[in-house]
């Protein structure tokens, strides 16, 4: 399994970026995929999930309202939508798979590379 993420960059506060992943090796709709990320000297933290099926999404309360994430499954692909961003929302985004919907970063079996987001003051 491959994924790819792209889409990151520097954007001011209160902007916008889209996040795309992109996969590939097994039948992207029967898992689900989550976006998380790493801010420098901190862990890597649960961002939002979506089902298989893309019928049920996920976020953490930070993001709630600011982001949306949504998937292709014609694509092979899932995007994050972000909003309204912060500089606190600057960080390393990561794309992960999995099987059934996942919260925790252990319960993900296949991970991208990130791409980094910097939100500027």
């Known amino acids: 399994v491959q994924l790819q993420a792209y889409g990151g960059g520097l954007v001011q506060a209160g902007g916008s970026l889209r996040l795309s992943c992109a996969a590939s090796?097994?039948?992207?709709?029967?898992?689900?995929m989550g976006w998380f990320r790493q801010a420098p000297g901190k862990e890597r933290n649960f961002v939002a999930a979506i089902s298989s099926n893309g019928a049920s999404t996920f976020y953490e309360d930070s993001v709630k309202g600011r982001f949306t994430i949504s998937r292709d499954n014609a694509k092979n692909a899932v995007y994050l939508q972000m909003d309204n961003l912060k500089p606190d929302d600057t960080a390393v985004y990561y794309c992960a798979q999995s099987y059934g919907t996942r919260f925790r970063a252990y319960d993900y079996d296949y991970w991208g590379k990130g791409t980094l987001v910097t939100v500027s003051s």
């Open positions: 090796g097994r039948t992207f709709s029967n898992y689900g």
